[in-house]
């Protein structure tokens, strides 16, 4: 399988990931929407690493393969943002 290297700056730390090809472009279109998330959830500077943040990527990317094939509508991405966003939260205070 073709991988992509792609890199993502949140609080001007440098996070690379290895992506499939086939996975570049719904990243590009989930980027943004992956650094809302993780300023939203606002972690500590010590637990932003890198497990959160690629798994913010991968749920990110699965996100808008979905939303593509639903054709899911704006308010409804949103509301599902905020359901996974508060359960983060929790695995985080645990």
Known sequence: ???????IIIREKKFSF???YSDYIPFKKAEKSVVSLI????PEDDEL?????YSAV????????LREKLNITDDEQ????????KKI???LNQ
């Open 1 to 7: 399988m073709s991988e992509q290297i792609v890199e």
């Open 49 to 53: 690493d890198f497990g959160i943040v």
């Open 78 to 85: 949103s509301e599902s943002i905020n359901e996974i966003t």
């Open 39 to 42: 300023e939203e959830i606002d």
């Open 18 to 20: 290895r992506i499939p």
């Open 89 to 91: 939260e929790i695995f």
């Open 58 to 65: 991968k749920l990110a990317i699965e996100n808008n393969k």
